[in-house]
T-cell receptor, first 115, second 113 residues
Framework: EAEVAQSPRYKITEKSQAVAFWCDPI?????LYWYRQILGQGPELLVQ????????DSQLPKDRFSAERLKGVDSTLKIQPAELGDSAMYLCASSLDQGAYNEQFFGPGTRLTVL | QKEVEQNSGPLSVPEGAIASLNCTYS??????FFWYRQYSGKSPELIMS????GDKEDGRFTAQLNKASQYVSLLIRDSQPSDSATYLCAPSPSGAGSYQLTFGKGTKLSVIP
């Protein structure tokens, strides 16, 4: 069964350190999303890619967060430096294409704890 | 500011009963609506999509959409303890550009054996 892959599943780091998360979408999915979910809240979009291009990064804190999808397949999300408030679940999702009717499928997520 | 409102719960129902989960949204141009189930500590899992006014049934799940009232609901028939989870409502806008989902905070459902 096709699934979105993410690694690592858990990450503990100290504040001011750099962290990176990796995502491999479902094969053939052109659209990739990174979400952040704080406990008790719904996921919030950080960045959306269509192939290798950024479609929406309006909610990405660009002073410390960066994301890339160089070959239009897998993607990396980086935080540098990490802050205490970054502790959350980071979720990657993919869809066949962009558009309101395209279903998004989530990977297992990366649980980040910043100490 | 696009808003999605859900009763945070917890909603407790006995095993075998019907669970009714409700969601209202503020963005009138939303065209598609998704329900996700999220177990504690896990990622969201898509369980239903609905695009047209009316009802859509899939097994024990029925999604209901009323765009005029900006209201979407999820009914779970014959609720099972394994249905205990948080249910997230997520409308998607139409038009060009980002089709990001706007998630509600979710309703926590507890099915009591």
């Amino acid at each position: 069964e096709a699934e979105v892959a993410q690694s690592p599943r858990y990450k503990i780091t100290e504040k001011s350190q750099a962290v990176a998360f990796w995502c491999d979408p479902i094969s053939g999915h052109a659209t990739l999303y990174w979400y952040r979910q704080i406990l008790g809240q719904g996921p919030e979009l950080l960045v959306q890619f269509q192939d290798e291009s950024v479609v929406d990064d309006s909610q990405l804190p660009k002073d410390r967060f960066s994301a890339e999808r160089l070959k239009g397949v897998d993607s990396t999300l980086k935080i540098q430096p990490a802050e205490l408030g970054d502790s959350a679940m980071y979720l990657c999702a993919s869809s066949l294409d962009q558009g309101a009717y395209n279903e998004q499928f989530f990977g297992p997520g990366t649980r980040l704890t910043v100490l | 500011q696009k808003e999605v409102e859900q009763n945070s719960g917890p909603l407790s129902v006995p095993e075998g009963a019907i669970a009714s989960l409700n969601c209202t949204y503020s963005d009138r141009v939303s065209q598609s609506f998704f329900w996700y189930r999220q177990y504690s500590g896990k990622s969201p899992e898509l369980i239903m999509s609905i695009y047209s006014n009316g009802d859509k049934e899939d097994g024990r799940f029925t999604a209901q959409l009323n765009k005029a009232s900006q209201y979407v609901s999820l009914l779970i028939r014959d609720s099972q303890p394994s249905d205990s989870a948080t249910y997230l409502c997520a409308p998607s806008p139409s038009g060009a550009g980002s089709y990001q989902l706007t998630f509600g905070k979710g309703t926590k459902l507890s099915v009591i054996p």
